[in-house]
């Protein structure tokens, strides 16, 4: 059974994970690391997924790192450009040699007494098992199940004599052209996948139980493509990101304060690209406000141009069963398909499923309260990576990997070993992620929950985060810095050394 330590272990070698291993590269070059990964590939969601028009939903200037330029002409990227782009930063950097694959990470127990984490992982290629130690333990494994996409019940399926797909195992054998397809869904992936088996299947139907607001963008950026020609691309990258960052804030501002605004022009973009008469109120006209679910993005509106070529259709109702050769719906109509896809959702699944222990005591995470979004109360030397949900993931796991740097420095500059976050004494607790989708709801009491204030609240505010995390104090009330041994609730170390709490290499978006 091997056996070492380091002093920052990764767990994820996806998009968040590569950019921890990256920020702590240029930030903490004298500490040593490793990167778990459960598969045998670098790139995370954008390797697992292979459905046909697999693509980003967020722009690549701002869905991309901050110290890497997205170079490639397309804002909105399709998975093999994306996956490509994550290995070429883990290659440019050198985190490929630190990386080992096929370790599942299954417990992490910490010791106070000695001030570090034992990992236990599990050899998925060879059965072994791996013993591991860290100073502080990062996770960046998202929060969904890899495993197993949602799929729900789905009555007389059994009878159903075509081909069942969940999009995120997507067989490599099927050959859907000519054929019928139904998507069941209504969410990112389902108009992804209709305009993109459109092309060649014989028809496809978007089956959905209530609306989802979509939006058309261009897939280029026009300011992007501007720019590139009279600055270098460091610039350009950065002046397009913040653009796409402050339009991002402000559209989801104004659709919080003024949501009947925002359903009017969304309900506008969306007839101006379907045709004449068409029941705009029935399939593009949710019943929540916009982003209490996340806006779907649609590049160029190549799921308005397919079903206003008669190439795709959206009905929305719902299933009364499957039969042998299609679906009979609540309204009595029947949706003939060779091919049916359940674009039904994922699966939650905190911390890719890991159990942690503090000095004997089972952490129960839906008991603990998230600090700055990123740190558990009561659990020392730990961060994990959970994205904006009303914008880029990157741009919150760039924060993020950041000030977990801005936290290992102040350690070794203050001469404590731990930082314990505490919960708050008052105040009333949410759900981290404040989305009202049916994947979040489903999973929701499992989840670490967020207070009713800053350091304990997400603000889901880019650059609010940006003054909190890259240039906020490291001391608060949030937070006990503790040398190993000491209880983990002791006061509060010194304030940081200003020359240290800012490191002067830190990437500006």
């Not at 909105?76 to 694959?101: C, K, L, M, P």
């Not at 989802?212 to 261009?218: K, M, R």
């Not at 740097?405 to 981290?432: K, Y």
């Not at 490291?474 to 006990?480: A, K």
Request: hydrophobic residues 40%.
């Amino acid at each position: 059974m091997a056996s070492d330590h380091v002093d920052v272990l990764i767990v994820g070698a996806g998009l968040s994970g590569i950019g921890a291993a990256v920020h702590l590269r240029r930030n903490c070059p004298e500490k040593t690391y490793a990167v778990l990964e459960a598969r045998g590939a670098i790139g995370g969601t954008w390797d697992l997924f292979r459905y046909p028009g697999i693509r980003s939903d967020s722009d690549m200037y701002t869905l991309g790192y901050s110290f890497k330029p997205w170079t490639d002409p397309k804002a909105i990227a399709d998975g093999d450009s994306i996956r490509a782009y994550v290995r070429d930063t883990a290659r440019e950097y050198g985190v490929e040699q630190h990386i080992r694959f096929h370790h599942r990470v299954l417990r992490a127990e910490w010791d106070s007494a000695r001030a570090r984490w034992t990992v236990h992982a599990r050899r998925d290629d060879t059965g072994e098992e791996v013993v591991l130690t860290c100073t502080f333990l990062f996770t960046c494994s998202g929060y969904y199940r890899y495993d197993a996409g949602y799929t729900p019940d789905l009555p007389g399926v059994d009878r159903y004599a075509g081909r069942l797909v969940h999009p995120q195992h997507w067989p490599e054998d099927l050959d859907y052209t000519g054929r019928r397809v139904v998507v069941i869904g209504s969410g990112a992936t389902a108009v992804t996948l209709v305009p993109a088996m459109a092309e060649r299947a014989a028809h496809v139907t978007m089956l959905q139980r209530s609306p989802t607001y979509v939006i058309a963008l261009p897939s280029r950026d026009v300011l992007a493509d501007a720019l590139r020609r009279w600055l270098p691309a460091k610039a350009a990258y950065s002046v397009v990101r913040w653009k796409n960052v402050l339009l991002g804030v402000a559209n989801f501002q104004l659709s919080r304060r003024a949501p009947g605004v925002v359903k009017k022009l969304l309900r506008r973009a969306a007839k101006g690209r379907l045709p004449v008469g068409y029941d705009i109120d029935r399939h593009f006209s949710p019943r929540y406000n916009p982003w209490d679910q996340r806006l779907c993005v649609v590049p160029d509106g190549d799921l308005f141009d397919s079903v206003t070529a008669g190439r795709a259709a959206v009905v929305t109702d719902t299933i009364d069963t499957f039969t042998e050769h299609g679906i009979r719906l609540t309204s009595g109509a029947q949706l003939p398909a060779d091919v049916v896809v359940t674009a039904t959702g994922l699966n939650l699944l905190a911390l890719g499923g890991m159990t942690l222990a503090v000095d004997g005591q089972e952490v129960d995470l839906a008991g603990t309260v998230a600090y700055k979004g990123m740190m558990l109360s009561g659990v020392p030397n730990f961060a994990m990576t959970i994205g904006y949900t009303n914008a880029s993931w990157t741009l919150k796991a760039d924060l993020v990997a950041t000030y977990v740097c801005r936290l290992l420095r102040h350690l070794d500059a203050t001469g404590q070993q731990i930082v314990t976050p505490v919960a708050p004494t008052s105040g009333e607790l949410a759900p981290i992620i404040d989305l009202k989708s049916g994947y979040v709801l489903r999973a929701v009491d499992q989840l670490p929950k967020q207070g009713p204030v800053a350091p304990w609240r997400l603000h889901q505010n880019y650059p609010r985060d940006v003054l909190l995390m890259r240039h906020g104090r490291l001391t608060d009330e949030g937070v006990r810095f503790s040398r190993a041994g000491a209880p983990t609730d002791s006061p509060a170390g010194s304030v940081a050394d200003p020359t240290v709490d800012m490191p002067a290499d830190t990437p500006v978006a």
